[in-house]
């Protein structure tokens, strides 16, 4: 690839009214000062990064936003979902209150989804809301966290249980940052892209099969595409309900038996990426159970799975009760309902449904899908 | 008075589209289950309390409620504005979580600003964000806190600081409840009342200098119009600027040099009305030396507040240089822009306006008017 300066590949703009804002993909975006040319001017911006991020892209954005911005701060947290809670939350709120920010002072989330996550709740909290930019650094911050205005930190007990809906001013996605993603995180950003074909598009799902050898190889036009595909179906879900009361939960596929793996073995033991990987496997058998789709869309997609370098079986989280520590588990799911689970099934390809489903399915779904 | 079982005396409406609610005032309301008919069911109710409150009250609400809910739960915090901070607000979600709460449980704030304000911020908070009721159970909660879905709670370095805004379903003003209210915190219910005079009406400022010994009585009619006509006249500055980015900030009359009491002090020192009874008379000396109003004006004033039994003298917040403690303590106040603090004037009788004064004259103004 020839060296580019700074190049658009594809603009998305998110439609929700007066929070509307727009998603850029493309190259050399996060050094380039043009590029933030219609965010607000402040005294201050604060930048948040964590201890991977911050060394080898904190410096390029800091020196463009220094074009606009009198004061420009770093936050650099420590990295990994086991620290996205509340007593690191307090860091940004210490930085911002230590310095006397305003509540014009935009922030910037440096990062993968737990640094977005993070920075977008500090902005949506301090001082009942200031302004944030998204810059996401990992393929699954791109395609998934910096779409639809979720923010969040953990709680023991649950993740994501303590958050705010709140939309970004803008999300910058810049391709040449996938260069320097471990293997491992670029399988957990294309788990959330191989989502968007079994909940909308077949077509997509096809296009991805075709076109897997170039994705595991970063090519940035078919990264591109890939990413402006899965932006655009979680945009179209997500302008239709912003607040999660309906049609939104379908984005959720693989979620319910994701968390469970994730929130069963301790955060950050399994990747997010990895624990929807494997659940929408497990929620393919779950749709093939109740008589949805047939064995071989579940094979096809298992198959998918795995060439994306992802697992396919589930963990064991109990040696004496497996199948109910993922029910229990799967109860606290935000989803739920009075105790009932709600499960994203796929409902025929290319569609998905919210549904309950017996304790008794469930749990030989478990059975057959823990090593 | 005759004993009344339940009786609405006043309703109003809250008006933002979407997020409109209804504030009732009148007595016997808060036990009284057919309140609460217009509240979505859930199957939990969790009201959340304070020591000071949940023995008087929290029984009474518990089995209204219980005819509509399956489960009502009750936690209760430690009581005062000292406690207004994270681990408190904590105890609040691991009850949530600790009963498998989903996120359409119901939060009900049964006491004051303090109580309101935690609740709030964790219904909006709580999986992004649950239903709440606010059943203030102080008068400063019921002219105030209870209006304009203002929720926080504090940083050590500064009030207010982490929140949201965010609206109950229904307000519910038992006036009953006043009975028992310590008379320190009628007072500082009162500085509120008092408020909304030189800010919007001063007819209503005449009223309560003719009524202020059945204020100070607790007389159930006198209460009713008092609340009544502070909300009204909250609810329409509220209307107009939901998420304070002009007028709204009139609201903010005496807070600025009330708010670096509190804060200079430690909070739960002085409580908050009282800051703003004080802060008040200082930003009417303030109001006096920008030539918007006359001597007579900032006497009038500080005789009613005076009145009222509160405070019109500020305590020394340092005995080195106290005025630059309070300019220091009002700079991380969110109302400044680029350390420039905007006070809160008023601008001829019956109107305010935010305005930036020189140092110098704030400065003498802090002199004058500390003990």
Chains 1, 2 share one sequence.
């Not at 040319?37 to 604060?46: C, F, K, R, V, Y």
């Not at 014009?104 to 809301?129: C, E, N, P, Q, W």
């Amino acid at each position: 690839m020839q060296e580019i300066l700074s190049s658009v590949a594809a603009e998305i703009r998110i439609d929700l009214a007066e929070r509307s804002y727009p998603i850029v993909i493309g190259s050399g975006l996060l050094g380039d000062s043009g590029i933030y040319q219609d965010i607000p001017t402040a005294a201050t911006a604060l930048v948040v990064s964590n201890t991977t991020v911050a060394p080898l892209y904190a410096a390029q954005l800091t020196q463009a936003l220094q074009q606009r911005y009198d004061k420009v701060l770093l936050v650099t947290l420590p990295d990994g979902e086991a620290h996205k809670d509340w007593p690191t939350l307090q860091l940004i709120f210490d930085v911002l209150l230590e310095n006397g920010c305003d509540r014009k002072t935009v922030l910037f989330a440096l990062g993968g989804g737990v640094v977005g996550d993070m920075t977008g709740f500090a902005a949506a909290s301090y001082m009942r809301g200031v302004p944030f930019v998204q810059v996401p650094t990992t393929l699954l911050a791109q395609v998934d966290s910096s779409v639809g205005g979720k923010t969040a930190i953990n709680h023991p007990l649950g993740k994501n249980m303590i958050g705010a809906f709140y939309q970004p001013l803008k999300v910058i996605c810049d391709l040449d940052v996938l260069a320097t993603l471990p293997s491992r995180e670029l399988s957990a950003g294309l788990a959330e892209i191989v989502k968007y074909g079994p909940i909308a598009d077949m077509e997509f799902l096809s296009w991805i099969e075709s076109n897997l050898e170039s994705l595991l190889a970063r090519e940035p036009r078919a990264m591109a595409h890939a990413i402006q595909r899965s932006c655009e179906i979680k945009a179209w879900v997500v302008s239709q309900d912003e607040r999660e009361s309906g049609l939104r939960a379908i984005l959720n596929f693989g979620h319910t038996f994701g968390h469970a793996i994730e929130s069963g073995l301790g955060y950050g033991e399994w990747l997010h990426g990895e624990g929807v990987g494997c659940g929408m496997v497990m929620a393919a058998h779950l749709s093939e159970r109740l008589g949805l789709v047939d064995k071989l869309f579940t094979e096809r997609l298992t198959h998918l799975v795995q060439r994306c370098g992802l697992p396919v079986r589930g963990p064991v989280l109990s040696s004496s009760d497996n199948a109910g520590r993922y029910l229990e588990l799967m109860r606290v799911d935000k989803k739920s309902e009075a105790g009932e689970i709600r499960f994203v099934v796929i409902d025929g390809p290319g569609k998905a449904a919210v549904r309950s489903a017996p304790d008794a399915m469930v749990r030989s779904v478990i059975d057959l899908c823990c090593a």
